[in-house]
């Protein structure tokens, strides 16, 4: 039987094979088990450090959730992780990809200590002060890790969306055999409902993958300093808030400044915030249509691209950011394709726009394509449903 890392540490420790007590006899040592469901792998490797500090020393992992430790001497272990799993028609660079990978983590004190069934391997190695901490200790690997594991994510959900098809087609021959049998038996209808529920269940959690592969891919781009500093409260904060004018908007963003905290990034319903030194930082917004408003008021051409349905050409924003520069604004975050966030001291600083559009609404902006189509979709049912009826 293969002798485990933490036997071999310990053997090494001891000077010999086990250990056994004055009447001859070997004492065994002792195992448990835990369930844990991590959602960070930064999280994880720090809850099995916790463990190993406490005596409790990683063993296997089965279906991501079952843990099995070995007791031992506790000690100061770091753990990291790697993905090695090979595609369909793998390439030599590919296949050779884990080898050299193993001899590198050897060749720096880390040890395989055990994967689980998606092929993510743990790695351990005991602390070294002033030592190399860190299995990937560089930017360039930690960004390959990081795409591969958002990769593996995202096929997750675009697998439980193949098999949502699947099922779905298997709903049209049921119902082809219910018409042959000239009236719907009770477990075709059935049917039906859990064909819909899974089509249903297959989408929506095929979104959460795409999202959380790229919470997961920004996480593991950080060292461990920088990702312990991003959860620091005093220095970052995030907020959930819904917010439908550019008025409220930057009353928000400024009650946020005067607390010590400018903007770093946003999404439709989250603001991410960390702490400035720099105080009377005021905001504005821009988007293609201001944009196009000063350029027509300049006499200049305005920027339209028939082809660019969902915004990606980046013309106008380059535009923006031009202007917005030169009038000593600085860049903070885009939303989307859809809008531009600039911040700025507020007595070196020119106006971008007229100051009505800072008390404008901004729903378009906050809903985005997607929710528009949504949104017209279901007002056209609606008056389609009523004139049918």
Same mark, same amino acid.
Not at 103 to 117: F, I, P, Q, S
Not at 285 to 314: C, E, F, H, P, Y
């Given at each position: 039987m293969k002798e485990s890392y933490y036997e071999a540490e310990g053997n090494k420790e001891n000077g010999k094979a086990g250990a056994s007590d004055s009447g001859g006899r070997e004492i065994r040592r002792r195992r448990m088990r835990k369930y844990r469901l991590?959602?960070?792998?930064?999280?994880?490797?720090?809850?099995?450090?916790?463990?190993?500090?406490?005596?409790? #020393?990683?063993?296997?992992?089965?279906?991501?959730?079952?843990?099995?430790?070995?007791?031992?001497?506790?000690?100061?272990?770091?753990?990291?992780?790697?993905? #090695?799993?090979?595609?369909?028609?793998?390439?030599?660079?590919?296949? *050779?990809?884990?080898? #050299?990978?193993?001899e590198m983590a050897r060749e720096l004190g880390w040890h395989e200590v055990t994967h689980d069934e998606g092929m993510t391997y743990y790695f351990a190695k005991e602390y070294e002060e002033g030592g190399i901490n860190e299995l990937h200790n560089d930017p360039e690997?930690?960004?390959?890790?990081?795409?591969?594991?958002?990769?593996?994510?995202?096929?997750?959900?675009?697998?439980?969306?193949?098999?949502?098809?699947?099922?779905?087609?298997?709903?049209?021959?049921?119902?082809?055999?219910?018409?042959?049998?000239?009236?719907?038996?009770?477990?075709?209808?059935?049917?039906?409902w859990l064909a819909f529920a899974y089509v249903i269940f297959s989408n929506g959690f095929a979104v959460w993958c795409r999202r959380?592969?790229? +919470?997961?891919? +920004?996480?593991?781009?950080?060292?461990?300093?920088?990702?312990?500093?991003?959860?620091?409260?005093?220095?970052?904060?995030?907020?959930?808030?819904?917010i439908l004018t550019n008025r409220g908007l930057r009353r928000f963003?400024?009650?946020q400044e005067a607390q010590g905290f400018v903007l770093t990034?946003?999404?439709?319903?989250?603001? #991410?915030?960390?702490?400035?030194?720099?105080?009377?930082?005021?905001?504005?917004?821009?988007?293609?249509?201001?944009?196009?408003?000063?350029l027509r008021a300049r006499q200049q051409?305005?920027?339209?691209?028939?082809?660019?349905?969902?915004? *990606?050409?980046?013309?106008?924003?380059?535009?923006?950011?031009?202007?917005?520069?030169?009038?000593?604004?600085?860049?903070?975050?885009?939303?989307?394709?859809r809008a531009i966030i600039y911040r700025g001291v507020e007595k070196a600083v020119q106006?971008?726009?007229?100051?009505r559009y800072d008390k404008g609404f901004r729903g378009v902006s906050l809903i985005g394509e997607y929710g528009l189509l949504l949104l017209f979709s279901g007002a056209a049912g609606a008056v389609v449903g009523f004139f049918m009826g």
């Amino acid at each position: 039987m293969k002798e485990s890392y933490y036997e071999a540490e310990g053997n090494k420790e001891n000077g010999k094979a086990g250990a056994s007590d004055s009447g001859g006899r070997e004492i065994r040592r002792r195992r448990m088990r835990k369930y844990r469901l991590f959602t960070s792998f930064q999280k994880e490797c720090g809850w099995l450090e916790k463990m190993a500090s406490e005596g409790w #020393f990683l063993t296997d992992i089965c279906l991501g959730v079952c843990y099995t430790f070995e007791r031992g001497e506790p000690r100061r272990l770091l753990y990291d992780i790697d993905r #090695f799993r090979l595609p369909k028609n793998p390439t030599l660079e590919e296949i *050779q990809h884990k080898e #050299f990978f193993l001899e590198m983590a050897r060749e720096l004190g880390w040890h395989e200590v055990t994967h689980d069934e998606g092929m993510t391997y743990y790695f351990a190695k005991e602390y070294e002060e002033g030592g190399i901490n860190e299995l990937h200790n560089d930017p360039e690997s930690r960004r390959r890790r990081a795409a591969k594991f958002r990769e593996a994510i995202n096929k997750e959900g675009s697998h439980l969306v193949f098999w949502g098809l699947v099922v779905l087609l298997i709903d049209v021959g049921v119902k082809l055999i219910g018409a042959l049998l000239g009236e719907p038996d009770p477990y075709l209808v059935w049917y039906d409902w859990l064909a819909f529920a899974y089509v249903i269940f297959s989408n929506g959690f095929a979104v959460w993958c795409r999202r959380y592969g790229i +919470r997961v891919e +920004r996480e593991l781009r950080l060292t461990r300093a920088e990702w312990e500093a991003s959860r620091d409260p005093f220095v970052h904060r995030e907020v959930r808030k819904l917010i439908l004018t550019n008025r409220g908007l930057r009353r928000f963003l400024e009650e946020q400044e005067a607390q010590g905290f400018v903007l770093t990034a946003l999404t439709a319903t989250r603001y #991410f915030f960390e702490r400035s030194g720099i105080s009377g930082q005021i905001y504005t917004m821009d988007s293609k249509r201001l944009v196009n408003k000063r350029l027509r008021a300049r006499q200049q051409r305005a920027i339209r691209d028939g082809k660019d349905w969902t915004g *990606q050409n980046n013309d106008w924003e380059i535009e923006s950011v031009r202007e917005a520069e030169r009038l000593g604004w600085h860049f903070v975050c885009a939303l989307e394709n859809r809008a531009i966030i600039y911040r700025g001291v507020e007595k070196a600083v020119q106006l971008l726009n007229d100051p009505r559009y800072d008390k404008g609404f901004r729903g378009v902006s906050l809903i985005g394509e997607y929710g528009l189509l949504l949104l017209f979709s279901g007002a056209a049912g609606a008056v389609v449903g009523f004139f049918m009826g």
